[in-house]
């Protein structure tokens, strides 16, 4: 018997040079995926910004959305100052808040833990005063 070689037709490479391209381009779309959903870290002027403008309920959710996790990343100890501006509010509101109700169980645990982020303002520490005004 003799081996017939086939002939490659038109049609096969029309499939062939489509099963490359189909190939690039899920090889793009899973890096560009991969990419998207990496994690987004805030750089230091539109933090300050915020807290110029004594956005501290904006300085808490980048904190929650952006350092949760992430604590020991160069990117966010850079900025870790402003985000401890945004939980020392959060604790100084929840803590009026009780006060107010008239739970002060739960007011001095609040109290407590802002004390605990107080060190961690950082240059900051003035924030303190503003912060403890807005709830007089």
Not at 94 to 108: I, L, Q, V, Y
Not at 123 to 129: G, L, N, P, T, V
Request: aromatic share 14%; hydrophobic share 40%; no cysteine.
């Amino acid at each position: 018997m003799r081996n017939k070689r086939r002939k490659v037709s038109f049609p096969d490479i029309v499939i062939i040079f489509l099963s490359i391209v189909l190939g690039i381009s899920i090889l793009i779309t899973v890096h560009t995926i991969r990419d998207a959903s990496g994690t987004y870290y805030d750089d230091e002027s539109s933090l300050y910004y915020n807290l110029s403008d004594e956005d501290y309920v904006r300085l808490a959710d980048r904190y929650y959305n952006t350092a949760v996790g992430n604590e020991e990343d160069p990117r966010v100890k850079k900025v870790a100052d402003y985000y401890a501006v945004g939980r020392y509010f959060e604790k100084a509101f929840f803590a009026n808040a009780f006060e107010k109700a008239g739970d002060t169980k739960r007011a001095e645990l609040w109290r407590s833990q802002m004390n605990e982020i107080e060190p961690q303002m950082g240059q900051f520490a003035s924030e303190k005063q503003k912060i403890l005004s807005l709830f007089d």
